[in-house]
């Protein structure tokens, strides 16, 4: 029990009094060594001793650590067989050919110096433009005048005609100058926006072919995604986009034989890459199956002994070994292996002191945010008002009145009795 200097209250206290109550803003490695100090439930068996506790030597956290492993581990062997799928190989030849063009139809020496410069010619254009519109308007208003004299008198002024046919002339040649120089400028701005587009373009490409992008290289990876995702998966974004939480990782593996199915169909079962992801898989079925007894068993809230753990734990990590044997142990793994077991013979639970009662309320606090996202009580009132005198516009009543009328029937008469 957690009692005294380790009793909650006691902790409490301390790391309030630590963090001003917890304003402070303070450095990392500050906050860790007062959580280190004061810590979790673990502090009084004596799990929570650093550098355990740093490695989230915790049943919840152990849990989905090796869940997201897992699946990171099968993404990572389809990415593998997946990088010489027709995807992957077309956008590797896509990338070529902008770089080409890039480096020689949509260079700078062939498009000009920058976009600075299209906006100069721009400019051009519309001084251009006013000076077009300026000659045809001086050349009509002249040519205007001449038919009126034309018009009083017999004879025709010569000088008069000469003048309008320059003034005509130079309309013609301004609106010569308009139309080349806006062709200029179109050919420009494409080339300029055709350059642009295909920067962006190499860029995305380059991020997907180096890995960094979550997008699958081929049909492996997205059959096994849409796999996951159609057996009930739930990425959240709080969990990096890919990890799950360890329920749903667990549900997950319940399916896993399903979701396998999925990924199966990436590719001909007679191909080379449909041997070999049916083979790896298979492996995969039988490890998934040792991962949610292993968990189950952590997880329960009953007592335990260390004989069934490490039953349980060394099916598991022959299942691990044989459907990942290149894959290196990491901290979670190492704590579950060398830390949980002992603490299971010490104290004969595991569990039942898991962080799952807390880590639960978080699910239940999003649930209510997501109610009503408006942290202003006069904002959530105003916005459950609303919601409610929807019912009361003419057209959701008219509405509602003929759906149950519709809906409900005649009343039943009295039973007829018989002799």
Known sequence: PREGANSTKACHDRIMTATGGGCLPLPENRKREITSANGS??????????????????????????????NSAIFAFL???????????????????????????????????????????????????????????????????????????????????????????QAIEALNAVLKHAKHDTDLAHQIKLRKGNTELKKLLEKYIKGSSKKPFGPGEYCFKAGLSVCGANFLTQHGGSDLTTDNGMDVMERFDEIATYAEQAYPEESEEGKKIREFLELCRLLAKEIAELLAFMKSQKKCNATDFLDKLDKFLKRWDAALPDKE?????????????????????????????????????????????????????????????TVMKPEVMSATETYTERSTGKKRGPYLQYD
Request: aromatic share 6%; with cysteine.
């Open 79 to 169: 990415r593998t067989i997946d990088s010489n799928s027709v995807w992957f190989l077309e956008a590797n030849s896509i990338l070529s050919t902008v770089t080409t063009q890039l480096e020689e139809e949509l260079s700078l020496s062939k498009t000009g110096p920058s976009s600075s410069q299209y906006r100069k010619d721009v400019l051009e254009s519309q001084r251009l433009l006013r000076e077009e519109r300026a000659c045809l308007v001086r050349a009509k208003k002249l040519r205007e005048q001449l038919e009126k004299r034309l018009n009083e008198e017999e004879s025709v002024d010569q000088v008069a005609l000469a003048e309008v046919e320059s003034a005509e002339a």
């Open 41 to 70: 439930c673990f502090h009084a068996p004596g799990i929570d001793i650093p550098p355990i506790k740093l490695a989230h030597g915790e049943v919840v956290h152990i849990g989905g650590g090796i869940i997201n492993h897992f």
């Open 329 to 389: 142990y990491f901290l979670k793994l190492h704590h579950l292996i060398h830390h949980v077991v002992e603490f299971i013979k010490r104290y004969g639970m595991c569990g039942r002191v898991s962080a799952e009662s807390f880590e639960a309320i978080h699910a239940l606090i999003a649930k209510l945010k997501s109610m009503s996202r408006s942290q202003s009580t006069l904002n959530r009132i105003k916005t459950t008002n609303g919601k409610l005198q």
